[in-house]
């Protein structure tokens, strides 16, 4: 039940003591009050001319503290009433603490993260009734390492219809998202013969520490307009090739119909192994989604993919579509690994694909983000007047190049300041240096009106970051 704090109450509670920087301090001292639940939801904090009295400051110290405060979500003030603990602040025992002294960013253009409003909650609660009414006993019993059977022949047909993907249930394995497949696709392939992966470059970074744990070694490759550059595979020395053909990641480049061909003919000449990501491939505007690589070489590609991006990560719903020739040494690595996925959690998103709610779910998200891509453009367009967005035909991040001379670092910096968070291109990089400063800017996790405010506070970071730039130095000999 929310209270009414007097002055005392919150000053026994804060103990912030006058001094220097006061005004802070208590902005700090109130932040970490909410945080550990001490200020709770609806709770009323005295009106900034008793606090000024209590404390003996100025009114508009107290002012301008209430102002962050709010500005940052933890406090709501409205004409004629007191001001409250925002209905939107998460104590810390719900989100893990930020770093000392810096407050969570207002608004988050992180890629990657898909609208964790829209998720569909009352269709998975229909499918977990579906799946624990439909269950069998026997299914309740440790798994083989494949995953419940229902849900890998749902999968399997799923990948059929709408990824034109060549395999069968005997074929799909169930996991825990990309990041477990992965640490069980690279011990596999690593007991074949694969010492080097190659890697799109830029590209995912997340994957580098599961190659290194499996005893490979990484070969970056660059992307260029049609995707990563097959014909340097060879020379690389390359045993496999890790790929993100439907929308690259991050440049959101689709790999052209020649580059598939090529990839094809060096794994099928080299005895090679493609690992196709299967990233946004579901959310493309333009035309009908591209087929899955897979499709062309079944028996040298391991597809992945996941219900993250089209439903939320938290699903932890991923699968694997193997060679048959890895099946059964994948399976056995699952059962090492955790000794099978959860059934009720598979069984319950077959319902979701069997029933249509999931090809349905899909395309209305695909009408989301299409609908905020448009959003977005025309924010940047009066914010930022060289903006340049590219790499929107899928998926919801694109990447936005900055104007010349301005730093990508800087823009950063700048951002984080006004409490964005953003993400520079830079940090994709394995052995790139000639990337421009830009940005990868993702608009999944974000309602329209704020990407507008975010896109705002975006132009004034480059406007700021532009005007800091250090001159450049004289060349050498003048002029």
């Known amino acids: ?56 400051v100025a009114r508009g110290t107290i002012v301008r503290v209430y102002e962050q405060l709010g500005a940052e979500g933890y406090l709501v003030s409205r004409a004629g009433a007191r001001t409250r603990v925002s209905s939107g602040a998460v104590p810390a025992s719900q989100t893990p603490p930020p770093r000392a002294g810096v407050a969570p960013p207002r608004w988050d253009l992180r890629p990657g ?14 499918a977990h009734g579906e799946a624990t009414r439909r269950i069998r006993s026997s299914d309740l019993d440790y798994a083989d390492g494949r995953g ?43 007991a074949r013969g694969v010492r080097v992966l190659a890697v799109e470059d830029p590209g995912d970074r997340s994957v580098d520490g599961v190659a290194r744990a ?59 192994w493609i690992i196709e990501d299967d990233y946004d491939s579901e959310f493309r505007y333009d035309r009908t989604p591209v087929g899955a690589l897979q499709g062309l070489a079944p028996d040298r590609v391991v597809l992945i993919g996941s219900a993250s991006k089209t439903h939320a990560p938290a699903t932890r719903v991923g699968w694997i579509a193997a060679p048959g020739s890895l099946v059964d040494d994948l399976a056995a690595r699952r059962l090492v690994a955790d000794r099978g996925g959860p059934a009720l959690d598979e069984l ?32 940047l367009e009066r914010a930022v007047a060289t903006a340049s967005l590219t790499g929107l035909a899928a998926g919801f991040h694109g990447i936005l190049r900055l104007p010349p001379g301005v730093d990508e670092l800087s823009v950063v910096a700048e951002a984080t300041d006004r409490s964005l968070r953003v993400t520079g291109l830079a940090s994709f990089a394995r052995a790139r240096s000639d990337l421009p400063p830009a940005l990868v800017l993702g608009f999944g996790n974000i309602d329209d009106e704020a990407v507008r405010e ?8 480059i406007e700021a970051a532009s005007r800091a730039r250090p001159a450049r130095p004289a060349r050498p000999g003048g002029g």
């Not at 049609?226 to 890790?242: F, I, K, N």
């Not at 975010?454 to 970071?461: C, K, R, S, T, V």
Request: hydrophobic share 50%; charged share 20%.
């Open 214 to 272: 499996a005893g490979i070694q990484l070969a970056p490759i660059p992307v260029d307009a049609d995707g990563v550059r097959a014909d340097l595979l060879v020379d690389a020395g390359a045993h496999a090739v890790l790929v993100t053909p439907a929308h690259q990641s991050p440049t959101g480049i689709v790999l052209s119909a020649a580059r598939r061909l090529e990839l094809v003919e060096w794994a099928a000449d080299t005895g090679a």
């Open 1 to 56: 039940m929310s209270q009414n704090w007097t002055t005392s109450d919150l000053s026994l509670a804060l103990a912030v003591a006058a001094g220097p920087r006061w005004g802070t301090r208590l902005q700090a001292a109130l932040r970490d009050a909410v945080r550990a639940g001490v200020l709770r939801e609806g709770d009323a904090v005295p009106s900034t001319r008793e606090l000024a009295e209590h404390f003996g």
């Open 148 to 190: 419940h059977p229902r849900a890998r022949a749902a999968i399997a047909d799923h990948l059929r219809r709408v990824r034109a993907a060549a395999t069968a249930a005997d074929h799909v394995l169930l996991c825990q998202g990309f990041a477990q497949a992965l640490a069980l696709v690279l011990p596999a392939l690593a």
């Open 113 to 126: 993260v898909p609208d964790l409003r829209k998720f569909p909650a009352a269709d998975w609660a229909w």
């Open 454 to 461: 975010a896109i705002a506070q975006l132009g004034e970071a």
């Open 348 to 379: 319950a998103f077959a319902m979701l694909i069997e029933s249509g709610r999931h090809d349905k779910h899909v395309r209305a998200m695909r009408s989301v983000y299409s609908a905020r891509r448009a959003v977005v453009l025309s924010a």
